[in-house]
């Protein structure tokens, strides 16, 4: 999800995948070493979803350029110990430059409507807003800095999300999404059966991969790791194919 801005230079969304997925990311970069410029091969382990959301991520927060350099502020913070007091505060500087608008909100009284809007306004919409919300509440807990109760309570919703059964909510919480128990029971799409095979020529057997879910509902990091799933099961079976 890319434009244009009035010099020319791409731009991104909000960053919209996990913070945990992120934080997977930047160790990958220690573990293996930081290039000159990123490509999706850079993180050939992730599903390709996931390597293009990692790739918008580092060009929204300054760390690789519209043409995906990398930056000072990703060598710095690649260098920096996983979990350790300076990158959180990396992390925390980063969150200050690149989401002034909303640090600007007064965290520590927002709520949750304030922030989404604010999200929005750097050019996110329905659910990546909602997914980029969690990813700077989840940051901004981890850097440290103070959000306030309706921020931190709940994963933020958007106004439109589905009302609440009421039970246990008092009246100035969010609605609560509730889980549909008698929803019809779906299989991983595939395709010509309700089941996913592949053939695993290594060992002379099969793996099989079948859902008791409704998919329609899948968000979220649950979301995520099926779309992985499947994107890598299709790929396996298509290399065995070509091969």
């Given at each position: 999800m890319e434009s244009d801005n009035q010099n020319g230079a791409k731009t991104t969304v909000p960053v919209?995948?996990?913070?945990?997925?992120?934080?997977?990311?930047?160790?990958?970069?220690?573990?293996?070493?930081?290039?000159?410029?990123?490509?999706r091969t850079a993180?050939?382990?992730r599903s390709g979803a996931e390597q293009t959301q990692i790739l918008s991520a580092f060009r929204f927060l300054g760390l690789t350029d519209d043409k995906e350099r990398t930056q000072e502020s990703l060598r710095v913070l690649v260098k920096a110990a996983e979990n350790s007091v300076e990158e959180k505060q990396i992390i925390a500087a980063l969150l200050q430059t690149r989401y002034a608008n909303a640090i600007a909100l007064n965290l520590e009284a927002a709520t949750p409507a304030q922030l989404e809007k604010v999200i929005g306004d750097y050019g996110a919409g329905g659910a990546t807003r909602d997914r980029a919300v969690r990813f700077f509440v989840k940051a901004a807990e981890y850097a440290g800095i103070k959000l306030s109760s309706r921020l931190t309570a709940r994963k933020p919703r958007s106004a439109s999300a589905p009302a609440s059964n009421g039970e246990g909510q008092g009246s100035d919480q969010p609605p609560r999404r509730t889980r549909r128990r008698n929803a019809t029971p779906a299989t991983?799409?595939?395709?010509?059966?309700?089941?996913?095979?592949?053939?695993?020529?290594?060992?002379?057997?099969?793996?099989?991969?079948?859902?008791?879910?409704?998919?329609?509902?899948?968000?979220?990091?649950?979301?995520?790791?099926?779309?992985?799933?499947?994107?890598?099961?299709?790929?396996?079976?298509?290399?065995n194919k070509d091969e």
């Open positions: 919209y995948l996990s913070f945990k997925t992120f934080q997977s990311a930047v160790q990958s970069l220690r573990t293996h070493g930081l290039p000159n410029t990123l490509d993180f050939g382990s991983l799409p595939s395709v010509g059966g309700q089941i996913k095979t592949v053939s695993l020529p290594q060992v002379g057997g099969t793996l099989t991969v079948s859902g008791t879910f409704n998919y329609f509902d899948l968000e979220g990091d649950e979301r995520e790791l099926v779309l992985g799933i499947i994107d890598q099961l299709k790929a396996f079976e298509k290399k």
